[in-house]
C-alpha cells in the first residue's frame, strides 16, 4: 500500500491452434497487461507480428451494423454469462435479417412523420387566422382580399389614405408592436390599394398551402387526417417493436459476442508468431503470477511460459505500469496524486500521505461545523452518480465536510457563531495558529524528503540519496536552520557555533558534488559547469526549503480568513437588521454563508492541492507512464 505493486513480465509460447483459446482465458482472468515484446527484448524484434487488421476490419463492422440495428429497433441488449456462440457468418445473416425486417417500417414511418411535419404546421398556420370561411383572393371576382401583418401605429397613416374608398380592416391578432388583421377592398381600387399597402409596410401572409379556404371545417378535417397519420405511424413503431422483441435474445447474443471478439483482438495486437507458434508477453502482478501460469498450463501443457521480475527487464522503469493499491476509504485521493501524475514503478506511493495531510490543512483552513455537515450532506447527496470517477469526488467532498466539522468542534465554530471550543479560538490565537502551520510544514516537508531517500535507496541511486537538494544533505542543512532560528528565536545562545558547522559542511559538500562525482567517473559535464549547477543548487536549497516552509503560513491565514469572513457578515447584518429589519439581517447571515461555502471551499481546496503539489510532491515525486491495465472480458 506504500509502495507500488510489484509486477512480472510474464512471455507465453503456444502453438497457433491454441491462440483463441489461451487469449480468451487471459481475458478472463482479467489480470493480464499485454506489451509488445519486440519493443523491450532486442533479440527478438524481427518477429513478425499477428496479422489482424482485415479481421478488426471485418468486427469492427459487424459492431456498428449492430450499434445501428439497436438504435433503430429501440432496445438495449441484455447481458448474459449463457453466451449463444454464432459463427461471423451467422451474425451476418442474422443483422441482415433485421435490416430486411425493419426497412419497410422505418421507411413508412419516415414517410408518415415529414406527412405529419406538413399537416401540423399547415394546423399551426391555420391558428393564426379567423375562424370564419375565406378563400383564396384569386376566388373572389370584385374583392380584393389579403391578411397580413403591420406594425400597429401605420394603420393610422393607412386609414387616412383609404378614407375616400370603401374597405373593411380587421384586425385579429397582436404580436408585439405587430397586428394581424384581415383586409377585403373593392378589385376596381386594386392599384392604389397595394401603393398604400406597400407605403405602410404590410406584410402579406399567403393562405397555407393545401386548403381552398380557410373555415372550421377545415380545421377539423385537417385534425382528423393529422390523427390518421399518428395511427399509422404508431402501427409502423408497434411493428419496429415486435422486430426488436423477436430478435432482442440474438441481439443481445451477438452483442457480448462482438465485445468479446474485439477484446480478443485487442489483446491478440501486441502477440508475434513465428510459422507454428505464437508469443504473449504482458505484465501481471507478482502476487497473481502463478494463478495465470497454472490456468494457462491447464489449457495447453505444452507452452512455454518465462517470467522475470520488473527489476530484471531490461526498460526504464518509467514504462512499466503502475497498479496501486488502495483500499475504500485511500481509492479517492488517487485522483488527486493522478491529477499530478502517475507514480513511477517501484517508488512510493504517495497517496496515503496526500490523504491525511489533505483533510488536516482543509479542515484547518474551512474549520466550522456547520459548513463541515452541509458540505459532507452534498457529498452524500452526489454519491448517487454512476460514474466512477465522480462517485470518488463526492466521497473526496464527504471527507473533506467531516474534517471541517471536526476542526469547526476543535475551533468552536457553527455557521460563525461561536460555540464552546475543545482546542483553540484561532481569532484569539493569532500567533499560536502560525506556529503551529509552520510546524506542519516543517513535517510534512520532513516527510518528503525521507520519501526522496528511500526512493534513491531503492533504485540504488546513492549519489541522489545524499546529494540530492531533497536528499540526506539537504534535510540536514533544512533540519540544522530549523533548529539555529528556534534557538536564536528563543534568545539561547548555547550550541550555536554547531549548528553553524553542521550547516557549513553541508553547503561544503553540495559544492564539493562536481569533485566527487568526477572522483566516481559520474559526472556527464565539464568541471565549470557542473561547479555552475552547484552554486545554483545551494542558492535553490536556501531560497527553496525557506520559501517552502513560509507557504505554509496560508494554512494559519486562511483560518483566520474564515474565522474573519464570518465577523464581516455578522457585522453587516446588524446594520441591515437596524435599517431592514430582521428579515433583511437573517437573510444577509444565510446568503453570507453560502458564499463562503462556495467561495472559500473553492480557494481552500486549491490551496490545499498547491501545498501537497509545490512544497511536498516537488521533493520527490517521479512519473511513470502508464497505468496497469489489464485487458479483461
Not at 459492431?63 to 441488449?77: H, V, W
Not at 526549503?545 to 465577523?567: D, K, P, Q
Request: hydrophobic fraction near 45%; aromatic fraction near 12%.
Amino acid at each position: 500500500m506504500l509502495t507500488t505493486s510489484s509486477m512480472e513480465l510474464l512471455s507465453i509460447v503456444v502453438l497457433k491452434e491454441k491462440i483463441e483459446d489461451i487469449t480468451y482465458h487471459l481475458l478472463k482472468l482479467g489480470i493480464f497487461h499485454p506489451v509488445d515484446i519486440r519493443h523491450i527484448e532486442d533479440e527478438l524484434k524481427e518477429l513478425s507480428p499477428y496479422e489482424i487488421d482485415k479481421e478488426c476490419a471485418q468486427w469492427d463492422e459487424l459492431d456498428t451494423r449492430l450499434r445501428d440495428n439497436l438504435r433503430k429497433l429501440g432496445i438495449s441488449p441484455i447481458v448474459s454469462k449463457d453466451i449463444k456462440a454464432f459463427s461471423y457468418d451467422d451474425i451476418k445473416n442474422i443483422l441482415t435479417n433485421v435490416e430486411e425486417n425493419i426497412s419497410p417500417f422505418l421507411t413508412q414511418k419516415e414517410e408518415l412523420d415529414s406527412e405529419l411535419e406538413t399537416k401540423n404546421s399547415i394546423f399551426s398556420q391555420l391558428k393564426s387566422y379567423p375562424l370564419f370561411s375565406l378563400k383564396r383572393e384569386s376566388v373572389y371576382s370584385f374583392l380584393e382580399v389579403t391578411i397580413g401583418k403591420v406594425v400597429e401605429k401605420n394603420i393610422s397613416v393607412m386609414e387616412r389614405s383609404l378614407k375616400d374608398i370603401p374597405y373593411i380592416f380587421y384586425p385579429f391578432k397582436k404580436e408585439g408592436d405587430k397586428v394581424t388583421a384581415l383586409f377585403i377592398g373593392i378589385r376596381r381600387d386594386r392599384v392604389f390599394i397595394d401603393r398604400v399597402l406597400k407605403d405602410i409596410s404590410w406584410e402579406k401572409m399567403e393562405l397555407p398551402k393545401h386548403t381552398e379556404n380557410i373555415s372550421k371545417d377545415v380545421e377539423e378535417k385537417l385534425s382528423q387526417e393529422i390523427e390518421a397519420i399518428k395511427k399509422k405511424a404508431l402501427d409502423a413503431k408497434l411493428g419496429v417493436k415486435k422486430i426488436g422483441e423477436a430478435y432482442q435474445s440474438d441481439l443481445s447474443n451477438i452483442h457480448s459476442l462482438v465485445r468479446l471478439k474485439k477484446s480478443l483482438l485487442e489483446a491478440k495486437k501486441y502477440s508475434c508468431m513465428t510459422d507454428k507458434t505464437v508469443l504473449f508477453s504482458g505484465w501481471v502482478p507478482k502476487e497473481e503470477k502463478e494463478s495465470v501460469i497454472r490456468e494457462i498450463k491447464k489449457i495447453d501443457k505444452r507452452c512455454y511460459i518465462e517470467s522475470k521480475d520488473a527489476e530484471e527487464v531490461n526498460i526504464p522503469k518509467e514504462e512499466i505500469p503502475v497498479k496501486l493499491k488502495h483500499n475504500a476509504f485511500f481509492k479517492p485521493f488517487a485522483l488527486l496524486t493522478y491529477s499530478y501524475g502517475i507514480p513511477r514503478y517501484g517508488t512510493i506511493d504517495p497517496t496515503i500521505f496526500v490523504a491525511i495531510s489533505f483533510l488536516v490543512m482543509f479542515g484547518a483552513m474551512f474549520g466550522d461545523i456547520g459548513h463541515g455537515i452541509a458540505l459532507a450532506l452534498a457529498g452524500i447527496f452526489l454519491n448517487i452518480s454512476k460514474n466512477e470517477k465522480a462517485k470518488q469526488a463526492s466521497s473526496l467532498m464527504l471527507y473533506c465536510g467531516a474534517s471541517s466539522a471536526i476542526f469547526g468542534f476543535l475551533y468552536g465554530s457553527f455557521f460563525g457563531i461561536e460555540v464552546h471550543s475543545l482546542w483553540i479560538k484561532p481569532i484569539e490565537n493569532i500567533m499560536q495558529v502560525f506556529k503551529i502551520s509552520v510546524v506542519f510544514g516543517i513535517v510534512f516537508m520532513t516527510i518528503g524528503i525521507l520519501i526522496n531517500i528511500i526512493n534513491a535507496m531503492r533504485d540504488k541511486d546513492y549519489m541522489k540519496a545524499i546529494f540530492d537538494k531533497a536528499g540526506l544533505i539537504g534535510g540536514v542543512i533544512y533540519w540544522a536552520a530549523i533548529g539555529l532560528f528556534t534557538k536564536i528565536s528563543m534568545a539561547k545562545t548555547q550550541g550555536l557555533n554547531a549548528y553553524f558547522i553542521v550547516i557549513s559542511a553541508g553547503f561544503t559538500l553540495l559544492f564539493l558534488k562536481p569533485f566527487i562525482e568526477a572522483f566516481l567517473k559520474k559526472e556527464k559535464h565539464g568541471i565549470f559547469v557542473s561547479l555552475m549547477e552547484s552554486s545554483v543548487d545551494i542558492l535553490e536549497v536556501g531560497m527553496s526549503y525557506l520559501a517552502n516552509t513560509v507557504s505554509f503560513i496560508r494554512i494559519a491565514a486562511f483560518a483566520l480568513a474564515h474565522a474573519g469572513l464570518f465577523i464581516s457578515i455578522f457585522e453587516l447584518s446588524k446594520i441591515v437588521n437596524h435599517s431592514g429589519g430582521a428579515f433583511l439581517s437573517f437573510l444577509v447571515v444565510i446568503l453570507g454563508n453560502i458564499l463562503i461555502i462556495f467561495l472559500e471551499g473553492l480557494v481552500v481546496t486549491i490551496q490545499s492541492l498547491r501545498l501537497n503539489y509545490y512544497e511536498f510532491f516537488s521533493k520527490f515525486f517521479m512519473a511513470g507512464k502508464e497505468t496497469y491495465k489489464p485487458v479483461k472480458i
